[in-house]
């Protein structure tokens, strides 16, 4: 995990020096922090609390960066939320699953338990982020309901962590 924050914060540098690449960086990172299975393996908090403070001490515009990781948030549930569909209770039989099989039953119970508010909540917290989204798919979570939790907890998830941070910087830069 320490190699992977390292990547990280080696990328936030990288997008310091190439401001160009920011927007499309940010996204694909929110992308993959928000698909299951991808989730485990990128430290996406540690990204976007770093490159808030560093983008918003630095003056950069963060709404379009926000509105990234908005949108990759939401595409990376959205994508996990069609795994689920497409393959119901054989998730079951895939890596990480075969091996923890007790991740997808607890984001079973957490969402059979909230419902709806389980989509909100889970995009804040890592290890439920990590499974709720295909978890919805599997019990056929209507899609609607689903998008607008979705896509809610997208933009509150990327404006309140990106966004949030940089002004708290931006702030204290002052």
Known sequence: M???EHAMK???EFMQTHQQWAIPIVFAVAFAECVAILSWLVPATVFFTTFGAVAGASGL???????????????????????GLFL????HDYWPFTKNPELLDR?????????????LIGHFFGPLRAVIAIVAGIVVMPFWAFQLANWAASFAWGFGLLYGVGRVSEFFAR
Do not use: C, M, Q
């Open 2 to 4: 320490a190699d992977l």
């Open 61 to 83: 515009n963060l709404v379009p960066l926000a509105l990234a990781a908005s949108l990759g948030a939401g595409s990376g549930f959205w994508v996990s939320y069609w795994a």
């Open 107 to 119: 984001g079973h119970a957490f969402f059979e338990k909230w419902g709806i508010a389980s989509i």
């Open 10 to 12: 080696t990328l936030v």
């Open 88 to 91: 119901g209770p054989r998730v």
